[in-house]
């Protein structure tokens, strides 16, 4: 979770990251708690896993290319005092 808080604050930047990294966290915790339930029922109708895997690759794979198209901020500019 540190280099995701650390993507977090460069994309948002650290004004509001406290609340940025608690959504994320609260979306990342309801994923661990009804992704397992979730695969079973999916597994007891129609006797397999593969569907939810394909539409979890699916997913994995349209956010990772909207990651790297995402513009990132221009750090900041330092001004040398003489």
Avoid: Q
């Avoid at 990251?17 to 661990?32: A, Y």
């Avoid at 349209?62 to 198209?69: K, P």
Wanted: aromatic content about 4%; charged content about 5%.
């Amino acid at each position: 979770m540190i280099g995701n808080n650390s993507l977090l604050g460069t994309i948002f930047g650290r004004a509001n990251l406290g609340m940025i990294t608690s959504v994320n966290s609260s979306i990342v915790t309801l994923g661990i708690g009804v992704g397992p339930s979730l695969f079973g029922i999916v597994r007891d109708s129609i006797g397999s896993f593969t569907p939810l895997i394909i539409v979890l690759a699916v997913c994995s794979t349209i956010m990772a290319v909207l990651l790297f198209l995402l513009p990132l901020p221009k750090p900041p500019t330092r001004h040398l005092e003489m």
